[in-house]
């Protein structure tokens, strides 16, 4: 069975050869068909119908069989019987044309609006409309190529907005990574969540403020609640639907499954906001891949130990045309460094640090702000926090300048074996890691708990004496795990100097340990 549409003036009148014809409910018949020219006409695409007759209060439009001698050229359909089925109203007859849209993704792609009276079709990727009260509209998001999703919105006085899923599922997932929240119970829990306002999303815990920005823009702000956030990133829906309502936030899966849910939220007024620095104190650019690499690679070396707060970040230091960021908590330390021209220095908390890689960041970052805060931007995000005041330690004065053993590894080889040798590790009965070098050969040995490790490490270098040195399990594979590439130059110069791990721009200082004395 083939259904189309057709538009009639009021009371089923519509013009038939040069002059009209009064339809009328059920069958209609003609003698002959031929599109333009003979024969009864509707077409299969509702949207066709708008050519003749618009959408006005008045005109009619109906659900209609052709049936008999059909002649189609693509646009038109003429038919020698035409049975009426159902007139439609603005809700049926978007349905209808949602439909054909669906099941014909080649129609006219060019276009991205159609509208006659209340009636708003919108076709495309990232697309965002508006009406006013009363209106209908249709959206038809072509995320891929011959793949599409659609929601259909009567206007009636409630704020409506339709995301694509990938597009903020992805962002508020980085922003709920970002900025840790707590679950606190009762109306201060709704003032958490995240801020959708202008054309930003934004999380905030007080101490670092994270923006995600998004093509759309937000008519009246509102926050979404965490457990919105987690709603979204579960949806398997392509599009998503929020609709603000009063104290409400509506979430809606726009697609078959239509998971929906009403959340409370708070007022805007109580978001925790951060006040952005002084202007002017620090304006620098780096690259946003770089720093994020720079980052992980020191991070694990940054002291837990709040009785020194300066050393519980990550110290930027840039001078002399280089950029340094430094991590130590007394047992290790991390250092990368790279080319830069301009000159300063900040140290910035260890969970903004964690914060900023859990961003996706890419292209150029800027950085702005004073000696108290400062401001991470790039094109898709922005992060404001509070840094961390007081001195940093002269890490250049520990760090060894010559080794009298001046050793390469064989990073895969050193890692390997440092790994597999932790993995044996009793927790509750840890033992050095003896690392034997001399002329002829490289071994790392541990006595555990019924196990007596041994592995081979591939080297070459300079060894004028062997040398037994012991390493906490877990310190040695902290450095080795930072490195990349393939090898791993090391300087010692006793079984009681730090070890110093160099590695493409990246430095490690290890403190050894007392070997035990073996029976």
């Given at each position: 069975m083939m259904l189309a549409c057709k538009g009639f003036k009021p009371g089923l009148v519509a013009t038939y050869g040069d002059g009209e014809y009064k339809y009328h409910p059920g069958s209609n018949t003609t003698e002959k068909a031929f599109c333009a020219q003979t024969g009864f006409h509707c077409a299969e695409n509702p949207l066709e119908c708008?050519?003749?007759y618009p959408w006005d209060g008045k005109n009619e439009f109906w659900l209609v069989e052709p049936k008999g001698d059909i002649d189609d050229d693509g646009k038109k359909i003429s038919c020698t019987e035409m049975y009426l089925v159902a007139r439609l109203n603005e809700?049926?007859?978007l349905r209808f044309v949602q439909a054909y849209l669906l099941g014909h993704p080649e129609c006219e792609?060019?276009?991205t609006h159609k509208s006659s009276g209340p009636i708003h079709v919108y076709k495309g990727k990232n697309i965002s409309a508006s009406g006013k009260l009363g209106d209908y509209i249709l959206f038809i998001n072509t995320f891929m190529k011959g793949m599409a999703a659609s929601t259909i919105i009567h206007v009636d006085g409630k704020k409506y907005m339709i995301f694509e899923k990938a597009e903020i599922g992805q962002k508020l997932k980085a922003l709920k990574a970002a900025v840790p929240q707590s679950r606190s119970a009762g109306a201060e829990s709704i003032t958490q969540g995240v801020l959708f306002e202008g054309n930003t999303m934004a999380a905030s815990n007080g101490v670092i403020y994270a923006q995600a920005k998004i093509p759309y823009n937000i008519a009246e702000p509102f926050i979404l609640p965490p457990n919105g956030v987690d709603l979204i990133c579960g949806l398997d829906d392509p599009q998503v639907s929020i609709e603000k309502d009063g104290d409400n936030v509506k979430v809606a899966g726009a697609g078959k499954k239509r998971a929906k849910a009403t959340l409370l939220t708070g007022t805007i007024d109580n978001f925790m906001r951060i006040a952005p620095p002084q202007q002017g104190m620090r304006n620098?650019?780096?690259?946003a891949e770089e720093l994020i690499a720079a980052i992980k690679r020191v991070g694990y070396a940054v002291s837990l130990n709040p009785n020194r707060p300066a050393m519980t970040g990550i110290y930027f230091k840039a001078e002399n045309g280089k950029l340094n960021l430094v991590g130590c908590d007394g047992s290790q330390l991390a250092k990368v460094e790279f080319p830069y021209e301009e000159d300063f220095h900040f140290i910035l908390p260890n969970e903004t640090a964690k914060s900023l890689a859990a961003l996706d960041l890419h292209g150029q970052c800027q950085i702005t702000g004073d000696h108290k805060k400062a401001v991470f931007s790039t094109e898709d995000y922005t992060?404001?926090?509070?840094?961390?005041?007081?001195?940093?330690?002269?890490?250049?004065?520990?760090i060894p300048k010559a080794g009298k053993y001046d050793v390469v590894f064989d990073r895969d080889s050193l890692l390997g074996a440092a790994t597999r040798?932790?993995?044996?590790?009793?927790?509750?009965?840890?033992?050095?890691v003896v690392l034997h070098i001399d002329g002829e050969s490289c071994y790392i040995t541990s006595r555990l708990t019924g196990v007596e490790f041994h592995e081979d490490v591939l080297c070459q270098g300079t060894i004028p004496e062997?040398?037994?040195i012991a390493f906490d399990d877990i310190l040695l594979?902290?450095?080795?795990?930072?490195?990349?590439?393939?090898g791993i130059r090391a300087l010692l110069n006793s079984s009681l100097s730090p070890m110093r791990i160099e590695n493409e721009g990246f430095t490690a200082l290890v403190l050894p340990v007392r070997m035990k004395n073996r029976a």
């Amino acid at each position: 069975m083939m259904l189309a549409c057709k538009g009639f003036k009021p009371g089923l009148v519509a013009t038939y050869g040069d002059g009209e014809y009064k339809y009328h409910p059920g069958s209609n018949t003609t003698e002959k068909a031929f599109c333009a020219q003979t024969g009864f006409h509707c077409a299969e695409n509702p949207l066709e119908c708008f050519n003749w007759y618009p959408w006005d209060g008045k005109n009619e439009f109906w659900l209609v069989e052709p049936k008999g001698d059909i002649d189609d050229d693509g646009k038109k359909i003429s038919c020698t019987e035409m049975y009426l089925v159902a007139r439609l109203n603005e809700m049926r007859f978007l349905r209808f044309v949602q439909a054909y849209l669906l099941g014909h993704p080649e129609c006219e792609e060019s276009w991205t609006h159609k509208s006659s009276g209340p009636i708003h079709v919108y076709k495309g990727k990232n697309i965002s409309a508006s009406g006013k009260l009363g209106d209908y509209i249709l959206f038809i998001n072509t995320f891929m190529k011959g793949m599409a999703a659609s929601t259909i919105i009567h206007v009636d006085g409630k704020k409506y907005m339709i995301f694509e899923k990938a597009e903020i599922g992805q962002k508020l997932k980085a922003l709920k990574a970002a900025v840790p929240q707590s679950r606190s119970a009762g109306a201060e829990s709704i003032t958490q969540g995240v801020l959708f306002e202008g054309n930003t999303m934004a999380a905030s815990n007080g101490v670092i403020y994270a923006q995600a920005k998004i093509p759309y823009n937000i008519a009246e702000p509102f926050i979404l609640p965490p457990n919105g956030v987690d709603l979204i990133c579960g949806l398997d829906d392509p599009q998503v639907s929020i609709e603000k309502d009063g104290d409400n936030v509506k979430v809606a899966g726009a697609g078959k499954k239509r998971a929906k849910a009403t959340l409370l939220t708070g007022t805007i007024d109580n978001f925790m906001r951060i006040a952005p620095p002084q202007q002017g104190m620090r304006n620098v650019s780096v690259d946003a891949e770089e720093l994020i690499a720079a980052i992980k690679r020191v991070g694990y070396a940054v002291s837990l130990n709040p009785n020194r707060p300066a050393m519980t970040g990550i110290y930027f230091k840039a001078e002399n045309g280089k950029l340094n960021l430094v991590g130590c908590d007394g047992s290790q330390l991390a250092k990368v460094e790279f080319p830069y021209e301009e000159d300063f220095h900040f140290i910035l908390p260890n969970e903004t640090a964690k914060s900023l890689a859990a961003l996706d960041l890419h292209g150029q970052c800027q950085i702005t702000g004073d000696h108290k805060k400062a401001v991470f931007s790039t094109e898709d995000y922005t992060l404001t926090t509070s840094l961390i005041c007081g001195e940093y330690m002269n890490y250049e004065s520990v760090i060894p300048k010559a080794g009298k053993y001046d050793v390469v590894f064989d990073r895969d080889s050193l890692l390997g074996a440092a790994t597999r040798v932790k993995n044996l590790m009793d927790l509750k009965h840890r033992e050095p890691v003896v690392l034997h070098i001399d002329g002829e050969s490289c071994y790392i040995t541990s006595r555990l708990t019924g196990v007596e490790f041994h592995e081979d490490v591939l080297c070459q270098g300079t060894i004028p004496e062997p040398m037994n040195i012991a390493f906490d399990d877990i310190l040695l594979l902290n450095g080795i795990s930072a490195t990349k590439g393939e090898g791993i130059r090391a300087l010692l110069n006793s079984s009681l100097s730090p070890m110093r791990i160099e590695n493409e721009g990246f430095t490690a200082l290890v403190l050894p340990v007392r070997m035990k004395n073996r029976a």
